[in-house]
């Protein structure tokens, strides 16, 4: 959320333009934004329930030129603002801020989202690296028991002595059967 603050009294400034012969119109005026940032500085908008809103607000002063004496008669007005956590914008800054905050804004998600994606790509690579140790046992649990069923298939009837080669044998010598071994 962002903050715009623009009750700021103008009655001064507008009395100067009438008379700006009366220095005193244009001190006023400039005390009276100076009063205005202290005011706005101790309401603590950043603090509000439910607003999520950025570490400084904005003061939109709706004349230029009323800015502009400001700080023409008060140079440091604007970096005392700004120790308070208030920019001053006008009608010529406002749109620029704005767009300044949301630039910054979309950078940040970019950031955050680079970093979910290291993260979630880090995830994978463990993940990745889980399933290859996993096809490898496979592969060996495979070869292992390629390996047995060689053995166990020497042993029924390809090796010396073989478990079919000797029932062979004892049908020859007339053991009685009922099946035939092919």
């Not at 570490?55 to 005392?80: G, R």
């Not at 949301?102 to 989202?113: A, F, G, L």
């Not at 044998?169 to 099946?179: H, N, P, Y």
């Amino acid at each position: 959320d962002i903050i715009i603050d623009s009750k700021v009294s103008l009655k001064a400034y507008k009395d100067y333009i009438a008379d700006q012969s009366n220095a005193g119109f244009l001190k006023a005026h400039v005390a009276s934004v100076e009063a205005h940032i202290n005011g706005i500085s101790i309401k603590e908008y950043e603090n509000l329930e439910g607003v999520l809103t950025l570490d400084f607000i904005f003061v939109f002063i709706p004349i230029e030129s009323a800015l502009l004496v400001a700080l023409d008669q008060k140079p440091d007005l604007f970096t005392l603002a700004l120790k308070k956590n208030i920019v001053l914008v006008s009608p010529s800054t406002l749109m620029m801020s704005l767009k300044t905050v949301h630039h910054i804004w979309q950078t940040e998600r970019q950031n955050q989202n680079s970093e979910e994606i290291a993260r979630q790509a880090g995830a994978m690579y463990d993940k990745l690296f889980g399933f290859i140790k996993s096809m490898d046992d496979i592969e060996k649990h495979l070869d292992k028991a390629q390996k047995s069923y060689k053995e166990a298939r020497g042993k029924l009837s390809d090796g010396k002595g073989n478990l079919i080669g000797r029932a062979e044998k004892l049908k020859e010598l007339g053991v009685q059967s009922k099946k035939e071994l092919n």
